[in-house]
Nanobody, 124 residues
Framework: QVQLVESGGGLVQAGGSLRLSCVASGRTFSTYDMAWFRQAPGKEREFVAVISWSGTITRYAEAVTGRFIISRDNAKNTVYLQMNSLKPEDTAVYYC?????????????????WGQGTQVTVSS
């Protein structure tokens, strides 16, 4: 069992930055991979970034490559998403997910647990 709580969302102007956090509790944090997904109104949940349990492997969606950075601090049971050069199309609810199989999938159905999400709104 894992509980995930996201924070850090908000309203920001285009070109600005935000840092999202996701704090995990329950199962030992360093034993599973973590990812960020997002879901805009009327759209399916889409992959944003994923990081391995050790933090040494990361992968990003093409739409955010070069602008977003995923990282984790296993001592704090926290995964982060640093979002720079934000665009209006980044507006969505952002969710963190836990992947126990450590295969780092890009589809949400393969994740074991989710947080409740945090809203990010980017104004033009």
């Amino acid at each position: 069992q894992v509980q995930l709580v996201e924070s850090g969302g908000g309203l920001v102007q285009a070109g600005g930055s935000l840092r999202l956090s996701c704090v995990a509790s329950g199962r030992t944090f360093s034993t599973y991979d973590m990812a960020w997904f997002r879901q805009a109104p009327g759209k399916e949940r889409e992959f944003v970034a994923v990081i391995s349990w050790s933090g040494t492997i990361t992968r990003y969606a093409e739409a955010v490559t070069g602008r977003f950075i995923i990282s984790r601090d296993n001592a704090k049971n926290t995964v982060y998403l640093q979002m720079n050069s934000l665009k209006p199309e980044d507006t969505a609810v952002y969710y963190c997910g836990a992947d126990f199989r450590r295969t780092r999938p890009s589809v949400p159905d393969e994740y074991d647990y989710w947080g409740q999400g945090t809203q990010v709104t980017v104004s033009s």
